[in-house]
Structure formats: C-alpha cells, structure tokens
C-alpha cells in the first residue's frame, strides 16, 4: 500500500493528551477523547468528524490513526492538520528510528502555540525521523532546519576525521535520508531543508553556524551525560541574542540536568513539569525554554 492510499484511511489507533505535572488527565481532555473514539467507532463520518475537530481545535489532544504498515505512522491533531511519519530500523538509523514520546509531546505544544513561530526560520536539533520538525513546519513558521547525524561519507571529510566521529557516536547512516522521505510525505519540501549537524562538531572554537536562528527546537535530545557540552554548545551557538530554545524532554535523562544547568549561565532558563498521555500510559516530561542573554 501506498503513502497516499494510507492517507486515505481513517481509524483510530491511539490517542495522546499532553496535561501538566503528573496530576490525572483534566476531565475536559478526556471528554475529547471519549467524543472522538465515539465518531469513530460509529462510523467514522467525515462531516461529523470535521464538525469535531472545528469544536475542538486548539486542544492538547493528538490522535493516531490505524495504518497498514508497520513503519508508517499518521497523526491528527485536534485542528485537523493531519501527520505523516515513516519510522527505521535502529540499525539504519539509530536512536532517531522511531518517534519518541517528547516528540509528539512537543508537537501538540506546537501546535497549541503556533503564534509563537509565525513568520520565524526555525531549526531542529536531533530530529530522529522528523516528527517536531515537520508539525513546526505545518506551523505559522517562515522556514524549518531539519538536522542530526549520519551518512558522513557524503561530507567529504578527512579519513581521519571521519573515524572518529564514526567511533564515538555510531553515525546512523539512513536516518537523513529518511527524514528526507518524510519532509516529502507531508508536503513541505519547499519549507524544510534537512541538513547534517553533529552537535559535537559545534564544540570546536573555529565552529561558525550557517546561520543563527530565533528558535531553536529539540524534543528528547538529551540522554547521555557525554553529550551535555555538546548540545550546549550547539543550542548556543545557533541561537542569536534574546533568541529561544524549546526543549521537551523525558525527565530524569542523564545529562538534562547539566544542560540545563549550562544554559542557566547563559541566559533565562524556565521550566515546567508536564506528563503525556496515551490510552494505555504515561510519560513524565520536562518542557524548557532559554533564551539567550
Ligand atoms: C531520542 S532521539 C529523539 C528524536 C526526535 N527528536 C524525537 O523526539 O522523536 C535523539 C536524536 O538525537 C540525535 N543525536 C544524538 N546525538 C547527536 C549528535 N551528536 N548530533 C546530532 N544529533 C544527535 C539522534 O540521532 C536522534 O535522532
């Protein structure tokens, strides 16, 4: 089956609500959730269904559709702006082969607070398979960056560079070529622009970005304490002055701490604790913001 006879089909297969701190899901949520399940299991109406999403639209709710292959994910968000997303295999792609559940959390955050990006070129750190990314560029934003690692026999380094890199971070090699698929599934190939960014390679004094953005996105980035200089360095050095960072993370990774506690010296850092939910469990999440002084 093909990625446009999978658009064509409507059926529910989960349903995720981004609420704060770990409290219960807000009745209100639920009761979207509930309504919608509802529309679907009766017949899947498309009028009534559109009646819904016009009812609900801005709601912090996402749904996931049922598809017919494995590897192919389609949300719908409560706007009605519908999703599409190819996963990997982790031998192709490494940890950026799946979606992560910050992803689609920051995702409906976007979703909610699309204002915030309205006209803005905007790039994204360790896009995994793009999900964050590719919602920003269904946002009000101008142009999104889609970047991380991979494929570095096409860059053109030294042997010796290229070893080292390849040593230390097992360099996925489909993962942008993957992501490549997925800003053309949606559409948005003249939006987005997917480009290589080893966050390690921003450490360097002689480092100079493409260019420095007023928002900078990264949902899950941070999961290894080595990678906390790193990731600074490359969350700094991309953003201009009084420009902000959005981070949605799982709480508790190794490393978030030091991150944050690094960009606390730079800028203002603020944080809330938010949990995402689907129908069956929940993820305990942190969402910051840093903007640079
Ligand atoms: C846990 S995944 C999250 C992917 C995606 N943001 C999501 O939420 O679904 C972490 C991502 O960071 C990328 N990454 C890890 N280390 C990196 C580095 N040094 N430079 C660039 N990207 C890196 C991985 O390749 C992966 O895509």
């Not at 380094?157 to 090699?173: A, C, I, K, Y």
Request: aromatic content about 8%; charged content about 25%; some cysteine.
């Amino acid at each position: 089956m093909n990625a446009k006879s999978e658009q064509q089909k409507l059926s529910l297969s989960n349903i995720w609500v981004l609420a704060e701190s770990n409290g219960p899901v807000r009745q209100e949520e639920m009761n979207i959730c509930k309504a919608f399940m509802q529309i679907c299991r009766e017949d899947n109406n498309k009028d009534k269904l559109r009646a819904f999403f016009a009812e609900n639209r801005g709601k912090p709710v996402l749904f996931e559709m049922k598809t017919e292959r494995k590897d192919f994910r389609k949300f719908l968000f409560s706007g009605g702006e519908t999703m599409s997303i190819q996963e990997g295999s982790f031998g192709d792609s490494g940890l950026g082969y799946s979606i992560w559940d910050a992803g689609l959390a920051l995702s409906i955050w976007i979703q909610m607070n699309g204002d915030k990006f309205a006209g803005r070129d905007v790039l994204e750190l360790g896009s995994g398979v793009g999900v964050t990314g590719i919602c920003m560029a269904k946002s009000s934003a101008n142009q999104v960056v889609l970047s991380d690692f991979g494929n570095v026999e096409d860059e053109g380094e030294d042997e010796g560079e290229r070893n080292s890199v390849v040593e230390r971070n097992l360099q996925p090699r489909n993962l942008l070529e993957n992501l490549l698929t997925n800003v053309e599934l949606n559409g948005l190939e003249e939006k987005c622009q997917v480009t290589r960014l080893d966050w390690h390679a921003c450490l360097a004094d002689s480092f100079r970005p493409v260019k420095e953005f007023q928002c900078v996105i990264g949902s899950d980035v941070i999961y290894y304490e080595e990678d906390a200089e790193a990731l600074t360095a490359a969350i700094v050095k991309h953003l201009r002055a009084g420009g902000t960072f959005f981070l949605m993370n799982r709480r508790g990774r190794p490393g978030l701490s030091a991150v944050l506690e690094n960009l606390e010296r730079m800028g203002k850092v603020e944080v809330t604790e938010l949990s995402l939910f689907n129908n069956f469990d929940s993820t305990p999440l942190l969402f910051a913001t840093f903007t640079k002084g």
